[in-house]
């Protein structure tokens, strides 16, 4: 998946806005309360996606070539980076649907199929 790939798989999520945070590109959904979904380094394409710790152990254990966890404390409490370039669309989409999960607020919970 090229970064473009994944940047128009993150905004096709309901109400997901694209903002700078720091050097990468921040998705998260444009309500009250809303949060980030995933964020974007485009400078070694990977991703960023805010998780459960039992949804990152899920992920990292059945696919670890494309699925790790941030080496800092946000990784210890879900930050998981997806290597773009080993994930297909099915997977990245997967993925970014149990963060959005986690970054919406409840109003929004059923627009999500």
């Known amino acids: 998946m090229t970064v473009d790939e994944f940047r128009a798989l993150a905004l096709s999520l309901p109400h997901a806005i694209e903002k700078p945070h720091f050097e990468r590109a921040s998705f998260r959904v444009d309500a009250p309360r809303g949060k980030t979904i995933a964020t974007l380094l485009e400078s070694d394409a990977t991703a960023n996606v805010f998780l459960s710790v ?4 899920m ?10 966890k941030v080496p800092n404390k946000w990784g210890d409490k879900g930050a ?10 099915t997977t990245a989409l997967s993925a970014l649907k149990m963060s959005w999960r986690h970054a919406a607020p409840p109003k929004l919970q059923d627009l999500l199929e």
């Open 80 to 89: 998981t980076t997806i290597a773009l370039a080993a994930v297909d669309e």
């Open 54 to 57: 039992e949804e990152q152990d």
């Open 59 to 68: 992920l990292i254990g059945a696919e670890p070539a494309i699925f790790s």
